[in-house]
Nanobody
Framework: QVQLVESGGGLVQAGGSLRLSCATSARTLDAYSIGWFRQPPGKEREFVSAIAGGPNKKYYAESVKGRFTISRDNAKNTVYLQMNGLKAEDTAVYYC???????????????????WGRGTQVTVSS
C-alpha cells in the first residue's frame, strides 16, 4: 500500500508563499496521478490541482490558476505544490491524493483517488 505524507504547511501572511510536499512510498511515481485537495474550515473538501503520471499533464482549480504550481520529482517520489500570492481564503487543510493510473480523466473528482494523506494545515493571515 502506497503511503502519502504531506508537509510544508504553516502560518503565512497574505501575499506570501509556501511549498507543500507530498512524499510517497511509490516505487515508480510516474505510474500514479497525484492530486491536491483542500478543506477550508466548515466546508467540504475541494480540488486544487493535479498532475497525471505518464503525460505529466497538469490541472488547476480556477481559484488558484496563476498562483499555484504543481510539479513532481520522480527521483524523490515527491509531488510539490508551490503556492504564491496566498490569500486568506486559501486557509485550509491540504491533502494529497493518488490513484495508480498514469492518466486521469476526472482529476477534480475526489472519488477518482483511492489513496490519501493525512493533510497539512495552511493558515493565511490577512
Amino acid at each position: 500500500q502506497v503511503q502519502l505524507v504531506e508537509s510544508g504547511g504553516g502560518l503565512v501572511q497574505a501575499g506570501g508563499s509556501l511549498r507543500l510536499s507530498c512524499a510517497t512510498s511509490a516505487r515508480t511515481l510516474d505510474a500514479y496521478s497525484i492530486g491536491w485537495f483542500r478543506q477550508p474550515p466548515g466546508k467540504e473538501r475541494e480540488f486544487v490541482s493535479a498532475i497525471a503520471g505518464g503525460p505529466n499533464k497538469k490541472y488547476y482549480a480556477e481559484s488558484v490558476k496563476g498562483r499555484f504550481t504543481i510539479s513532481r520529482d520522480n527521483a524523490k517520489n515527491t509531488v510539490y505544490l508551490q503556492m504564491n500570492g496566498l490569500k486568506a481564503e486559501d486557509t485550509a487543510v491540504y491533502y494529497c491524493a493518488a490513484t495508480r493510473l498514469p492518466s486521469i480523466s476526472n482529476p477534480m473528482n475526489l472519488r477518482a483517488y483511492d489513496l490519501w494523506g493525512r493533510g497539512t494545515q495552511v493558515t493565511v493571515s490577512s
